[in-house]
């Protein structure tokens, strides 16, 4: 059974008591989901930064290896 990642503390933060508990980005009301739509739409991580100027760029660099990592993790070797 593989162990799920957490992401560090200083890039992401949920707290019930804001925005009913939807992962931000720490110092910021910016979810999460908001970097992932952003690329889904073919949206650059600059164009999302320029948007979200309160997300700081290893915030987003953080969140998405965090990603890369949950599915690698899972994976199995070829």
């Known amino acids: 059974m593989v162990t799920p990642l957490r992401f560090p503390d200083e890039v992401v933060h949920s ?3 804001r925005l009913g508990g939807t992962p931000v980005f720490v110092g910021t009301r910016v979810p999460v989901q ?3 739509d952003y690329l ?3 949206d650059s ?3 999302f930064l320029h948007q ?3 997300v700081r760029r290893e915030q987003a660099v953080s969140a998405l290896e965090y990603a890369r990592d949950q599915v690698m ?3 199995r070797p070829a």
């Open 15 to 17: 707290d019930p008591e």
């Open 34 to 36: 908001s970097l992932f």
């Open 52 to 54: 979200f100027p309160s």
């Open 40 to 42: 889904e739409a073919g």
């Open 45 to 47: 991580l600059d164009e």
């Open 73 to 75: 993790a899972g994976a």
